[in-house]
């Protein structure tokens, strides 16, 4: 499968504390892009990083990739009770339009 | 949700009934998108259209048929609901980026379908 898997499945961190969540693919890749989920409701694009990127900011949001390891990660620094969500990687190969989407990681963040 | 509405949002039919879905779009993005979520799996593909009656399957497309007659409205159709059926369904809609590959995808709010 080429699937994103991402790791770890849940994650449990303090309010103010950095979290960061890896994502592996198993083929080349035209583009990575990851996703949040709140409980209920549909998926907010976060970032996308392309193939010949190695790292992207957004906010508090930073994104790397290693496609010679075919792995990207996404750290939030400083995160917030809000952040609580579920947290897709999904990548785009070069022939299609088509995203492909890992299961996620579930990220609480207690006060 | 950018522009995005599913109907009906929440679904509970019976065991071999058809069941239609639908799709609807304001921004007039040329690509439209069929998942399904279930717990474990992520986000599948089922179909999707690059254009007004252009589509194609996804990776669990059995069991689904899909229709698009215009750039705004895409259907989902299951011809015979099973159980297995039972998932939560989302839309999504995205643009040709600069490389010429769909940029990001904006998602619908979802349709809970409950198949007895």
């Known amino acids: 499968s080429q699937q994103g898997e991402e790791d770890p499945q849940a994650l449990s961190i303090q309010e103010g504390e950095n979290a960061t969540m890896n994502c592996s693919y198993k083929?080349?890749?035209?583009?990575l892009q990851w996703y949040r989920q709140n409980s209920g409701r549909g998926l907010v694009h976060l970032i996308l990083?392309?193939?010949?990127?190695r790292e992207k900011h957004s906010g508090r949001l930073r994104v790397t990739l290693d496609t010679s390891k075919k792995s990207s990660s996404l750290l939030i620094t400083a995160s917030r009770a809000a952040d609580t969500a579920s947290y897709f990687c999904?990548?785009?190969?070069?022939?299609?339009?088509?995203?492909?989407f890992g299961t996620g990681t579930q990220l609480k963040v207690e006060l | 949700d950018a522009g995005i509405t599913q109907s009906p949002r929440h679904k509970v039919t019976e065991t071999g009934t058809p069941v239609t879905l639908r799709c609807h779009q304001t921004?007039?993005?040329?690509?439209m998108y069929w998942y399904r979520q279930d717990p474990g799996h992520g986000l599948r593909l089922i179909h999707y259209?690059?254009?007004?009656?252009?589509?194609d399957k996804g990776e669990v497309s059995d069991g689904y048929s899909v229709s698009r007659s215009k750039t705004e409205d895409f259907l989902l159709t299951l011809e015979s609901a099973t159980s297995s059926q039972t998932s939560v369904y989302f839309c999504?809609?995205?643009?040709?980026?600069?490389?010429?590959?769909?940029?990001?995808?904006?998602f619908g709010p979802g349709t809970r379908l409950t198949v007895l």
């Open positions: 999504a809609i995205s643009e040709p980026g600069t490389s010429g590959r769909a940029s990001e995808q904006f």
């Open positions: 083929t080349s890749i035209n583009n």
């Open positions: 990083i392309r193939s010949n990127e």
């Open positions: 999904a990548i785009l190969t070069g022939g299609g339009n088509k995203l492909t």
């Open positions: 921004e007039n993005h040329r690509y």
């Open positions: 259209s690059y254009g007004v009656k252009d589509t």
